[in-house]
């Protein structure tokens, strides 16, 4: 009796259903493990970017706040040595009246010269000064030169000297952050001497 042989199916049959299903499996790997994986990596470094751009930022502000007490420090002793006199809070106004006469007079003109709100330093109060100018470069840095010996009591916290030093009457343009340093008011009902 003859029974009739079972073939085998084709060899190219067996080897595309393995594949399929291997990729299938490796797909399912892919989707259940590799790629959150993958996601919480990305989410984790860009954690870690923003901690280190927030140290980085609370590290500035320390260095900032040390630098404005040493400054602070510095012209506290001065003062207490009367190398520096301040001028008390209420002449505010006369000090910028002195500083924009400075600038005239150094062929400066001021595009703003604001006041800030006032603060206390070690003691004593500070009050932010912003100065917008303009003049030729020559005339900027003499003003720039000026200013320890006319004005003392204050402190230049940041500056920006836009121009071209290389030509003569070429315009700049003079932007700084600076720090007056004054005496605190004398109490209401008190003589100054």
Known sequence: MNTPRKTAPPLWHVHAAGL??????????????????LSAR??????????????NA??????????????????????????????????????LDAFSSLAQSSGVKIL?????????????????????????YERCTNLLRTLPTKFPDVAVEGLHLRGDANVAEAPATLELDMEWFSAPDAPAGTVKK
């Open 112 to 136: 703003e010269l604001k006041p800030g709100a006032e603060k206390a330093v070690v003691g004593y109060p500070v009050t932010p000064v912003k100065l917008r100018a303009t003049a030729t």
């Open 42 to 55: 990305e989410f984790a470094q860009s954690q870690r970017e923003e901690i280190q751009s927030l140290e």
């Open 58 to 95: 609370a590290s500035d502000a320390e260095n900032s706040a040390v630098r404005i007490e040493g400054e602070a420090s510095r012209l506290e002793g001065l003062a207490q040595r009367r190398a520096i006199p301040l001028t008390p809070i209420s002449g505010l106004l006369g000090r």
């Open 20 to 37: 399929l299903a291997v990729l299938g499996v490796s797909g399912l790997a892919l989707a259940l493990f590799v790629k959150p994986r």
